[in-house]
């Protein structure tokens, strides 16, 4: 979700800044005095729009993935618009089985940590990534397309009108109070600026971006791996009691690509780079990361009438709404 209207000094450790916006339910992790702050240093996520219409259609020759309940996204409709994959990647996603439902309604989510886990389980369970018949991981993700993925798979699991999670929105002229429905057609893509844009690199598929002061700089929005190392270095500096570099966990994940390379001495090694940046490279980095969000806008919006209907973007029963239907009215007899 973009906000880059805001204070950016304000705001440097909510990382993208967007799960505060869907979930607005976390708190501070049991046991844990210091988990707020880690919260406002890494949490983010990020929305777009995937094509469903074609989960719902018969077709007479279905393939044997569709067969085996396999369904392949296309790339085109994430936030990212698959622009930092390898070209010939293919994501296929199905239906959360009952135990995997099981496993994700025991989510805490009181506990950031906790609720992290449980996405992350849905989305590697349900989600495989293929390139040239070889199998990628989940974690090669991009953290923002990770929301849509979770909303299409629960689309193929409750499939039926009553399980869809209903928001109360209105029109912008008259005002009338409309039903909006939380669903990938009606999320709002942000727009990377045109300036940053205008650096992307088709052949590397990533952001390399030319500056005077700071030489050639490859950076692109994190994926699931590396936030997930992130996670374990905030936590390590955290049980350890050692003071956080706040601008350096703003901008680590922007500049750490490969999670699989992103262990401590790693992100040691990189923290010991950052501090060797002058004043003008470190403020390009910063500013280039604060305008590389991708995602969706804090609102929903659906034509209603001729005119525009928003509602807020939320999960009016907590984050496992998602696949805990909170409305039994549609069950009961």
């Given at each position: 979700m973009s906000d880059n209207n805001k204070n950016h000094d304000s705001d440097a450790m909510?990382?993208?800044?967007?799960?505060?916006?869907?979930?607005?339910?976390?708190?501070?992790?049991?046991?844990?005095?210091?988990?707020?702050?880690?919260?406002?240093?890494?949490?983010?996520?990020?929305?777009?729009?995937?094509?469903?219409?074609?989960f719902s259609q018969q077709r007479p020759d279905k393939s044997a993935d569709e067969m085996l309940g396999w369904h392949t996204l296309d790339k085109e409709t994430l936030p990212s618009k698959g622009k930092f994959y390898p070209t010939d990647l293919i994501i296929q996603i199905r239906s959360a089985k009952a135990k995997e439902i099981r496993h994700f309604s025991t989510m805490d989510e009181n506990n950031y940590i906790d609720m992290e886990d449980k996405l992350n389980s849905i989305v590697e369970s349900c989600t495989q990534l293929t390139v040239d018949n070889k199998k990628l991981s989940y974690k090669d993700l991009l953290e923002e397309d990770r929301i849509i993925i979770l909303l299409s798979i629960r689309d193929l699991s409750f499939p039926e009108p009553e399980n869809k999670i209903i928001l109360k929105g209105k029109t912008e002229k008259t005002k009338r109070q409309v039903d909006i429905e939380l669903a990938v057609k009606n999320l709002v893509p942000s727009v990377v600026p045109a300036e940053i844009e205008a650096y992307y690199s088709e052949r590397e598929r990533t952001y390399v971006i030319k500056?005077?002061?700071?030489?050639?700089?490859?950076?692109?929005?994190?994926?699931?791996?590396?936030?997930?190392?992130?996670?374990?270095?905030?936590?390590?500096?955290?049980?350890?009691?050692?003071?956080?570099?706040?601008?350096?966990?703003?901008?680590?994940?922007?500049?750490?690509?490969?999670?699989?390379?992103l262990n401590l001495p790693g992100i040691f090694n990189l923290e010991v780079d950052y501090k060797s940046w002058d004043e003008k490279k470190f403020m390009v980095i910063y500013r280039l990361a604060e305008k590389m969000k991708i995602g969706v806008e804090t609102t929903l919006e659906q034509e209603y009438d001729g005119e525009i209907a928003t509602a807020p973007l939320d999960f009016p029963g907590g984050i496992k709404s998602l696949f805990i239907i909170s409305d039994l009215a549609g069950e009961l007899l």
């Open positions: 909510k990382h993208l800044d967007a799960k505060d916006q869907i979930n607005k339910r976390t708190q501070e992790e049991p046991n844990s005095g210091e988990t707020d702050a880690m919260i406002d240093e890494i949490s983010s996520a990020g929305l777009g729009k995937v094509k469903m219409d074609k500056t005077r002061s700071a030489g050639t700089i490859r950076m692109q929005p994190p994926t699931i791996g590396v936030m997930q190392e992130i996670t374990q270095y905030l936590k390590d500096r955290q049980e350890k009691e050692v003071d956080l570099d706040r601008a350096f966990v703003q901008v680590l994940p922007y500049i750490a690509d490969d999670w699989r390379k």
